[in-house]
């Protein structure tokens, strides 16, 4: 871990530290990310500062442009206090949800406030070069309709579906997009915002960070993010703070191995979790199932589809009472279950938020988890573990891509990278 922070700061330090500051003003900054909005008064009795050093940092630091005055706050018996927060107007951040069908692309303030949103179909078998092309358009039409300017964009966090070394920000041995082996994310986008500082991530880590700012994450130290859609993998949060591993793969779980002797997964081994319980497992199981007559509704929906069952199909039949869909679902959340049970016992966390697409196949393979995990881990460690649903759908990961550049936005000079 510490080697990575290193290299990250390495790393950035050569890209474009957006604004540098020293260690007081950083305190400063750290007070107002903490609590939005704050008075000087506040600001001293967090630092300990005298009302004069107080002052005169507040003062560089509006002079600079990062801080403004706000309103005023309750008085205390004397003058009302002028509040402070940091300036919104600095310029913009960018958060790119990357699927293997979609891109989420949202363009905030550097409070993190959303400003525009756009979602685009994609594809990630095409060339990186022709794929964040497109993204760079779709942020150029969010440009647009805010009326502001490329140059003003600071920082942009992207999400990716699949193992990010993230100190170098590249994707290695994707499963899903082989042609972005190592391909240089951040520089390509720096051609196009050359303002912008590019900070790359896993897309469920991002999803993880996005639960831990905005939804039923916030204030829990340590929880697990699963998503479960065309793969299967997970963000672990530990002591509050996203848990990346000496490289950045941590969490990689849809590769554990489950049966020996199961399906040949794109990974290249046999029987990974993915390649048993994730979506194209289940669809082919369903299908299955309409071939060899163990489910007429299946067979019905295959033959009206031309064929075809997704995911959402399956989903359709358990609705409608079909056993075969049922076990089918069933069956693919016990064995996400059992896999989560090793990770409860090793890790002990007090959450696990489950998203994704599969999310969509609700109460029946929520149960079939949580049955499994209570059943294969320790009691102690499941004591207290609530596992439940993201409630935060697509929002996880874009919200996690502002979240993951704004972490960025302000550098203290000499230290490794400044994180509130
Ligand atoms: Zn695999």
């Known amino acids: 871990m510490m080697v990575s922070e290193k290299s990250v700061e390495k790393s950035f330090a050569s890209l474009h530290a957006p604004f540098i500051m020293n260690a007081a003003e950083a305190d400063v900054i750290r007070a107002l990310r903490k609590k939005g909005v704050i008075s000087r008064t506040g600001i001293s009795s967090i630092t300990g500062w005298s009302k004069a050093k107080t002052s005169q940092e507040i003062r560089s630091l509006i002079g600079k442009g990062y801080l403004v005055e706000e309103g005023e706050g309750t008085s205390q018996g004397g003058r009302r206090p002028g509040l402070l ?39 990630v078998r095409q060339s990186p070069e022709e794929f964040l092309s497109h993204c760079s358009e779709l942020i150029l039409e969010m440009v647009t309709a805010q009326a502001c300017r490329h140059d003003q964009i600071l920082g942009i966090g ?28 951040r520089s390509f986008f720096q051609q196009t915002f050359p303002t912008s500082y590019v900070v790359i991530d896993n897309d469920v880590n991002i999803m993880a960070i996005g639960e831990q700012r905005a939804g039923d994450g916030i204030g ?23 848990h990346r591993g000496s490289i950045g793969c941590a969490g990689d779980i849809g590769h554990i191995c489950v049966d020996k002797q199961g399906p040949i997964c794109r990974c290249g081994n046999t029987g990974c979790l993915e390649a048993m319980a994730a979506g194209p497992a289940v669809t082919e199981k369903a299908l299955q199932a309409a071939k060899n007559g163990s489910s007429p509704l299946l067979r019905k929906m295959m033959e009206d589809n ?85 409630r935060m759908g697509p929002e996880a990961g874009v919200t996690g891509a502002v979240a993951l550049a704004r972490e960025y936005l302000f550098i203290v000079e000499g230290q490794p990278t400044f994180k509130v």
């Open 220 to 242: 829990v130290d340590h929880f697990i993010f699963i998503k479960i859609g065309t793969g299967i993998g997970s963000g672990i949060v530990s002591n509050g703070k996203i």
């Open 306 to 390: 031309g064929g075809f069952l997704g995911p959402e199909d399956v989903n359709t039949a358990c609705r409608e009472g079909d056993q075969a869909a049922l076990e089918i679902i069933r069956a693919s959340g016990q064995m996400i279950g059992d896999v989560l049970a090793s990770l409860v016992n090793f890790f002990n966390p007090s959450h696990i938020f489950i998203g994704g697409g599969i999310t969509n196949f609700g109460n029946h393979l929520l149960v079939s988890i949580r049955r499994a995990v209570l059943r294969r881990s320790l009691p102690l460690a499941t004591t207290d573990l609530s596992i439940n649903f993201s």
């Open 85 to 123: 927060r940091i300036n919104d107007q600095l310029g913009y951040l960018v958060g790119l949800d990357i699927g293997a069908t979609s891109i989420d692309a949202v363009l905030a303030d550097v409070g993190g406030k959303v400003l525009q949103r756009i979602t685009s179909p994609a594809d």
């Open 158 to 185: 992207v999400g990716v579906p699949g193992p990010v070394d993230f100190s170098r920000g590249v994707l290695v041995a994707p499963p899903l997009m082989p042609g972005w082996e190592n391909f240089p994310i």
